[in-house]
């Protein structure tokens, strides 16, 4: 036999709810609460009907038993710089001296901010990191590079020495039936 849904003190106020919603997201929470204990249907039958998955339905009634409606703007919503190494401020001070440099026609090496930035942090950083501090302050490159990071000029050297001769296929072919015969 299965379990009755739990949330009986707060039925009223999900009918509010109810009627109340002004998004999708704050109907289908007091939906979560409601189905269930009214018309005794099960967590699945519940997520069926809303549109949601069985564990977010779970965490929708949850939620709200536990006094968080979705959208009323009580708790900070998702998202935000959770992670970071310095201030917006700190990393507008440090980056400035490089991007007037590179506005002037200078150009800027991602390797040496890479460098001066770990050195003021005192650890390593990803290189993505600094691409992405970068990019928060609207730094972009505007040429592609000239070569290969990995290649070998030397090498490149020897190859176009020591290559077959570039003549015309049609040339190659008449030498060939000329010596042939």
């Not at 009918?15 to 929470?29: D, I, K, M, P, T």
């Not at 977010?56 to 536990?66: D, G, I, K, M, P």
């Not at 990019?135 to 990995?150: N, T």
Request: proline letters at 4%.
């Amino acid at each position: 036999m299965a379990r009755t849904a739990r949330g009986t003190a707060a039925l009223e106020h999900a009918r509010e709810l109810l009627v109340q919603a002004q998004s999708v997201e704050q109907l289908r929470q007091a939906q979560a609460v409601v189905l269930p204990l009214d018309y005794g249907l099960s967590l699945q039958q519940t997520a069926q009907i809303i549109g949601h998955s069985v564990t977010w339905t779970c965490r929708l009634r949850n939620r709200f038993l536990a006094g968080q409606v979705v959208g009323d703007s009580s708790l900070p919503s998702r998202g935000g710089r959770r992670n970071q190494h310095m201030t917006e401020q700190q990393e507008r001070e440090f980056l400035a001296p490089f991007l007037d440099r590179a506005r002037t026609g200078g150009i800027l090496v991602v390797g040496q901010v890479k460098a001066e930035l770990e050195a003021m942090l005192g650890h390593s950083i990803a290189l993505s990191t600094l691409y992405k501090l970068l990019h928060r302050h609207g730094w972009r490159k505007l040429a592609p590079d000239k070569r290969h990071p990995q290649s070998d000029q030397q090498a490149q050297e020897a190859w176009k020495k020591n290559s077959p001769n570039n003549l015309p296929r049609s040339r190659r072919i008449g030498q060939g039936k000329a010596q042939s015969s």
